[in-house]
């Protein structure tokens, strides 16, 4: 098992982006490479910079990541929140989704706050 496999923030996330890919199958064709995109890359991004960081030496570094991984998670917010306005997301998708991210965001939160200088 790699070291952020083992972090809670990283396992919460994941399922964020798991659910994130599910719900997005069915978005219309003509936004597949808008937000279907957007959305897909803004939820890998948190799991793969918490991945990134737990790489780097030291806890300024991994906490730099951590910093990006929650700058992800403010935008996958945003597109969530624009794909549910649009009727992309119906309303099964949106209440599995936002507990998700819910829990998920403040894992890494109190990751990011754990790793102060």
């Given at each position: 098992m790699k070291p952020y496999e083992?972090?809670?923030?990283?396992?919460a996330c994941h399922e964020v982006v798991l659910a994130v890919y599910r719900a997005t199958r069915c978005f219309p064709k003509d936004e597949r490479y808008g937000l279907t995109s957007q959305l897909r890359r803004a939820a890998i991004s948190i799991t793969a910079n918490i991945a990134e960081g737990s790489a780097k030496r030291g806890k300024r570094e991994f906490r730099r990541f951590l910093d990006i991984a929650l700058g992800s998670l403010a935008e996958l917010r945003c597109l969530l929140r624009s794909a549910r306005d649009?009727?992309?997301?119906?309303?099964?998708?949106?209440?599995?989704?936002?507990?998700?991210?819910?829990?998920?965001?403040?894992?890494?939160w109190r990751l990011y706050r754990s790793m102060s200088p």
């Open positions: 083992r972090l809670d923030a990283w396992k649009l009727g992309y997301l119906n309303d099964k998708d949106w209440s599995e989704l936002v507990p998700l991210e819910e829990r998920g965001g403040l894992l890494l």
